[in-house]
């Protein structure tokens, strides 16, 4: 049997990821950098531990290891570090990582990642897993499809990582992909989207969809955008964040997105893909995704969920529904 790592799985989604993966009964090992907590969840899960930074030695820890599912954001300064291992080592590597530059690193690195055998998956959690999906569905509703637009809605609060990484993400910059190229667009202004509420503005930001969009459906015209309601999104001394919302908050607010598809006569389709909260998503789908990669469905090189999945993936997921507007 192939053995997954779950690193960072002392985390907010990384207990619940680790939690999933023993009702399951996946054969997996828990990895971070804290021996303590790490011990702890293990004795409580009955599973072996490992203790590595996610540096450049982290190759020699990834003996024995088929999967490496990364749980430790914020993910531009663990996701280098353990792609490169993963490749070393020979491990295939997935993330749930919403952060445009990680998309880009895994890109750029998916050449030597097929000559190495190795599969770079990042993006199974709710972002980009619901999104990668409905694009995939939406682009077939129209004839050669030429512009995409995705939004995102994001109710409820916020987790410490998440706000991290949205950190991150803003601090990329604005762009959009035209022509087939990722380029910087500063000037970029707000939309109106309708999540099944009437319309609510939505604002530019730069998701790795702006990547996984181009590969899972050739769309050459790509922009993001976010509707962030209420508390959503935190201000502040990040580090002092709760963990994340509890199961009864991330119960009250379920997820949405819409994607938008204009094809090369003006004809435009939309579509709208509702999940239980992205918190709660995230370790069903991120779980689902390592045990297919185990069981052998792969590709070395630099991959989607939908691509590889199929754009179905998103609604094995329970709660998942898409609905054409």
């Known amino acids: 049997m192939k053995t997954l790592l779950i690193y960072g799985a002392t985390g907010y989604t990384g207990r619940m990821v680790a939690a999933h993966a023993?009702?399951?009964?996946?054969?997996f090992e828990i990895a971070g950098r804290n021996r303590q907590t790490l011990a702890s969840l293990a004795e409580a899960l009955a599973v072996p531990f490992r203790v590595f930074e996610a540096d450049a030695d982290a190759a020699q820890s990834l003996a024995g290891i088929d999967v490496l599912l990364?749980?430790?954001?914020?993910?531009?300064?663990?996701?280098?570090?353990?792609?490169r291992a993963c490749l070393e080592a020979g491990v295939d590597y997935l993330d749930i990582t919403a952060e445009?530059?990680?998309y880009r690193l895994a890109e750029r690195l998916g050449a030597k990642a097929a000559e190495a055998g190795v599969m770079l998956l990042p993006g199974v959690g709710?972002?980009?897993?619901?999104?990668?999906?409905?694009?995939?569905?939406?682009?077939?509703?129209?004839q050669e499809p030429r512009s995409l637009r995705v939004a995102l809605q994001v109710p409820g609060s916020m987790s410490r990582g998440s706000a991290m990484s949205v950190s991150e993400i803003i601090g990329a910059g604005l762009m959009a992909r035209v022509d087939g190229?990722?380029?910087?667009?500063?000037?970029?202004?707000?939309?109106?989207?309708?999540?099944?509420?009437?319309?609510?503005?939505?604002?530019p930001l730069s998701f790795g969809d702006l990547v996984t969009g181009w590969y899972s459906t050739g769309i050459p015209d790509i922009a993001m955008f976010v509707h962030v309601s209420g508390?959503?999104?935190p201000e502040g001394d990040l580090s002092l964040?709760?963990?994340?919302?509890?199961?009864e908050q991330r119960d009250a607010h379920r997820a949405r997105a819409i994607a938008e598809v204009t094809g090369a006569d003006g004809t435009v389709a939309r579509s709208m893909i509702e999940t239980v909260n992205g918190y709660s998503y995230t370790p069903l789908a991120a779980v689902e995704a390592a045990r297919r990669v185990l069981e052998g469905e792969r590709r070395p090189g630099f991959e989607t969920p939908a691509r590889l999945f199929g754009g179905g993936f998103a609604e094995t997921i329970e709660g998942t529904t898409i609905t054409d507007c």
């Open 22 to 27: 023993k009702t399951l009964g996946l054969d």
């Open 100 to 102: 445009i530059n990680v």
């Open 70 to 83: 990364n749980f430790a954001g914020p993910f531009a300064q663990t996701a280098e570090p353990l792609m």
């Open 231 to 233: 508390e959503a999104f």
């Open 126 to 142: 709710w972002d980009v897993v619901p999104t990668d999906c409905l694009t995939v569905h939406v682009a077939q509703r129209v």
């Open 181 to 203: 190229h990722l380029v910087p667009t500063p000037d970029a202004q707000p939309r109106h989207f309708d999540f099944g509420e009437g319309p609510v503005p939505c604002s």
């Open 241 to 247: 964040l709760p963990d994340g919302p509890t199961a």
